[in-house]
């Protein structure tokens, strides 16, 4: 398949990164750890790699992640209503269960639906965040077709501090959050950061007249929940750490005019512990045990048919050592990873998998060149699957680099597709991913601008169909029998002009599946940002565009959702050195636009707060 971008969107996707991603440049100094599971400098990093940082969250008045990774180049949602629904976040055109997720390095989601319940994770619990575009499943095993999305919470360091925030916005939205952090001194330091959050808002209809369970009333939501990082460094070289985050949300939906309350509740919780050892001057060892549960609970009729609840939990051993030689890099790892499933109606889902793994890693500079290469092995009720990858960057001079890359990865039949009775199949094979890409990358420090072309090709793709070929189904079941080809150009950019910062991004791309020759379902052609800020003293002021072409909401593409544009408008003033204060009002058009057939988006929308301590 040949991506064809026509003339005017090349001109215009050239002059939005000429002009200026709505990610601000990176700092030279910017330290990643996801795009090799090993701290590295962003410029040492080959993967196409953004960062959303501390002050970006906290500007952007998003009243959830989704919000917020929606404003990001190569990323496109979908949700079922207002910020408590369900979500889906696809990147460059996979769908939501071929990305990982993680949470300071534990992995999350559901074992059933293979996808991260994105309204459950608490924004207000977040530092920072990394994404990381392309296949990594030979450095994180199933699921990383599209790219991986790691959150990380707030770590303590520096003297005791503490933060928090308040504010309140439209359809009485609420929200507090505190964080008290710091670390001692000497040669047994001791750091810890404790966060607490809670959010709620009436919220708005979620549905639309023409769906069947369309209901005129508010469906409000209400999100708390509670967060800490501890580490002790035991001696030089040795240190012993443990974190968790717990987050409860109670969320109200449509389910017809019944005066009922229809409700869903979701909980999702991480936990680790760790150890650090340098038992080696030149060997870092990490053992960490981890778990993440997702637990859901619905309430969909006053019968007692009406409720159904299920709980999946991932259980991880991981063994890490990185070995150094010279200014390169070996790692070699092992994965131990079972996942569980309890529900209160099939017992077929009742039952749990293990997967063993095996992965090694190889980083080099030299010079003006950069290389990387991985090669995993994956073990499970499923089969065994081997990946790889290989990267090469080269700076052409210092401001300009071009790279290339090649990986493999897949998706593992998640449990619907496996047991689920009547639409799974125990004989279903993982999806499998072969992705080539190249860019070019141009930063002086004060100019920045890249360019990347993927190609990312997917066979044994898992869909619904109908009729089903299995003997007994009367329905439509899950079936290894689609191909799909997801490719496009990601072009981005920032600067500052006149005193004005710029950064711009579009996505021009052909997320197709090959069997039937239809666009994906709810991915547009194009899509991008633009954003603009100017400081005066202590006052920041910005305005942003979210952009996006046609969609379609059906896989047959009968449906079509339009295409919308999107006007956001922020300030922040800083009072003092302690004291800032933030308003924000989104769709300042008051845009009517769909996101799914039939679900609201927010209107116009106003959200103010104040903030204490924050750097």
């Not at 995993?376 to 990858?389: E, F, L, P, Q, W």
Request: proline share 3%.
């Amino acid at each position: 398949m040949t991506l064809r971008i026509s003339r005017p969107a090349a001109l215009t996707s050239l002059a939005l990164a000429m002009a200026a991603c709505h990610a601000h440049a990176e700092s030279t100094d910017t330290v990643v750890v996801t795009a090799t599971r090993t701290a590295q400098p962003l410029a040492n990093v080959i993967s196409d790699t953004i960062t959303i940082n501390a002050e970006q969250i906290a500007e952007s008045g998003a009243g959830s992640i989704v919000d917020l990774l929606q404003r990001q180049r190569g990323i496109e949602i979908a949700r079922n209503g207002g910020a408590g629904t369900s979500s889906s976040v696809y990147i460059r055109g996979a769908n939501s269960n071929q990305n990982i997720v993680l949470v300071d390095g534990v992995r999350i989601g559901s074992s059933t639906t293979g996808a991260a319940n994105w309204s459950a994770i608490p924004l207000t619990a977040i530092d920072h965040i990394e994404i990381v575009y392309g296949p990594l499943s030979s450095l994180y095993g199933a699921d990383a077709i599209g790219g991986v999305i790691q959150i990380f919470t707030r770590k303590g360091q520096g003297a005791p501090a503490v933060t928090a925030f308040a504010g309140y916005g439209s359809d009485k939205t609420r929200e507090v959050d505190a964080t008290l952090s710091g670390a001692t001194g000497g040669e047994h330091s001791f750091s810890y950061a404790i966060s607490a959050g809670k959010e709620k808002s009436d919220g708005y209809s979620a549905t639309r007249p023409g769906l069947s369970s369309y209901n005129k009333d508010d469906d409000g939501y209400d999100r708390e929940n509670v967060s800490g990082q501890f580490g002790l460094q035991i001696a030089p070289g040795y240190e012993a750490g443990a974190l968790f985050l717990h987050s409860k949300l109670d969320s109200q939906y449509d389910n017809g005019a019944s005066a009922y309350d229809v409700r869903s509740k979701a909980e999702l919780q991480t936990a680790a512990i760790y150890g650090k050892a340098k038992f080696v001057s030149n060997v870092d060892t990490l053992l960490q045990y981890s778990q993440s549960e997702d637990k859901g609970q619905n309430w969909g009729s006053a019968a007692a048919s009406g409720y159904s609840r299920i709980d999946t939990r991932q259980t991880t051993i991981t063994l890490q050592n990185d070995i150094r030689i010279g200014e390169d890099i070996v790692q070699v790892l092992y994965d131990h990873r079972k996942e569980e499933v309890s529900t209160n109606g099939a017992d077929a889902m009742n039952r749990d998998r293990t997967t063993n793994s095996w992965a090694a890693s190889y980083n080099a500079r030299r010079g003006a060149s950069l290389l990387n290469a991985s090669v995993r092995r994956d073990n499970a009720v499923y089969g065994s699957k081997n990946t790889g990858s290989i990267g090469y960057g080269y700076d052409i001079t210092p401001q300009l680099r071009a790279t290339a890359s090649y990986g493999t990865s897949f998706r593992a039949p998640t449990y619907n597709e496996l047991y689920y009775p009547g639409y799974g199949n125990p004989a279903n094979k993982p999806e499998e991913g072969k992705n080539a890409e190249i860019g070019l990358r141009w930063d002086d420090g004060v100019n920045a601008l890249s360019a990347n072309y993927y190609h990312n090709k997917l066979t044994d793709m898992l869909v619904n169909t109908t009729p089903c070929p299995y003997a007994g189904y009367t329905f439509g079941c899950a079936y290894n029998v689609n191909k799909a080809m997801l490719e496009g150009v990601t072009i981005a950019g920032t600067t500052k002009l006149a005193g004005i910062n710029l950064a711009a991004s579009i996505d021009l791309q052909d997320p197709k599946d090959e069997t039937t020759d239809k666009r994906l379902a709810r991915r547009a052609k194009k899509h991008g940002n633009v954003t603009a800020d100017y400081r005066i003293g202590a006052l920041k002021a910005g305005v942003e565009l979210e952009f996006s072409g046609d969609r379609f909401d059906d896989a047959a593409n009968k449906n079509r959702l339009g295409g919308y544009g999107l006007v956001n408008l922020y300030a922040t003033y800083a009072v003092n050195k302690d004291w800032s204060a933030l308003v924000r009002w989104n769709n300042v058009g008051d845009k009517q636009y769909d996101l799914a057939r039939y679900y609201v988006t927010p209107g116009s929308k106003v959200f103010a707060g104040i903030r204490y301590g924050y750097k």
